[in-house]
Each structure stands twice: as structure tokens, then as C-alpha cells.
């Protein structure tokens, strides 16, 4: 049996997925609002969203742009 292979970027303002089923060929597509407080409630979010079983996954891939974001728009703390 095939698996899901599952790629998720974690931004500023939303946690965005994509995957695909490779025993279907189903591509799912989901966001759901990023959770600065711990990102990881954010990726679970969007997996429930898109009505994902963590126990399917045979391959996850993670992203991020909240630090170039961060570097970007110049915000966090000040470093001497």
C-alpha cells in the first residue's frame, strides 16, 4: 500500500500544506492560520483541516519563512 507523501511551510500569517495520496494520485491542498505560540498547533491544524492521518505519512517535508520574514521586515529582538 502506497502513502501520502506531505509537504508543509509554516509563514507568517498562514501554515500552508500539500499532498498527495500516491496510491490515488490525489493531491490535497489546505492552510489554516500559523500559531506563533507553538508552530506545531498550526501543522496539526492544517492536517486536520485537510483531513490527514499523522499514522499515512510516509514522507514529510518541512518549510519556513518566518525567520527571513522576520530579518525581512526587521522585527524581533534588537542584537547588539
Known amino acids: 500500500m502506497m502513502g ?3 509537504a508543509i511551510d509554516i509563514g507568517g500569517t498562514f501554515t500552508d ?3 498527495l495520496d500516491e496510491g ?3 493531491i490535497v491542498l489546505e492552510k ?3 500559531t506563533p505560540a507553538n508552530f506545531a498547533d498550526g501543522v496539526t491544524d492544517t492536517m486536520q483541516k485537510a483531513g490527514l492521518d499523522a499514522r499515512s505519512v510516509d514522507q514529510f ?3 519556513t519563512t518566518v525567520v527571513i520574514n522576520a ?3 526587521q522585527r524581533g529582538p534588537r542584537l547588539h
Open 32 to 34: 489554516a492560520l500559523t
Open 4 to 6: 501520502i507523501r506531505l
Open 17 to 19: 500544506l500539500v499532498a
Open 24 to 26: 490515488t494520485g490525489e
Open 71 to 73: 530579518l525581512t521586515e
Open 61 to 63: 517535508v518541512h518549510g
